[in-house]
């Protein structure tokens, strides 16, 4: 699955301006997220769709965000992985 491009980035306007509010994370590239130094959160883009990759703790975690529903599901996740320091 290959890294999400340009088009795939400028898909996820709104889900990237939520991320964007959140405290605590470094944008280094459109749609990639660093956190305490280390890479935190990306974005991937296959057939099936666009998947957000975040590593709340020692192994990544995916979600597909593709929805509505799937995007307020992985800021819930993405909310809860911040909360926990």
Do not use: C, N
Not at 7 to 15: D, F, Q, R, S, V
Not at 16 to 45: M, T
Not at 66 to 81: G, I, N, Q, W, Y
């Amino acid at each position: 699955m290959k890294h999400a491009g340009g088009k795939a980035i400028e898909a996820l306007g709104g889900l990237l301006a939520d991320i964007r509010r959140q405290g605590g994370l470094v944008e280094r590239s459109p749609g990639v997220f660093y956190r305490k130094g280390r890479a935190f959160l990306h974005f991937h883009e296959d057939p099936a769709g666009l998947h957000a990759d975040v590593r709340p703790g020692a192994d990544w975690e995916r979600f597909r965000v593709e929805t509505v529903a799937e995007r307020r599901a992985f800021l819930s996740r993405l909310r809860d992985a911040l909360s926990q320091g």
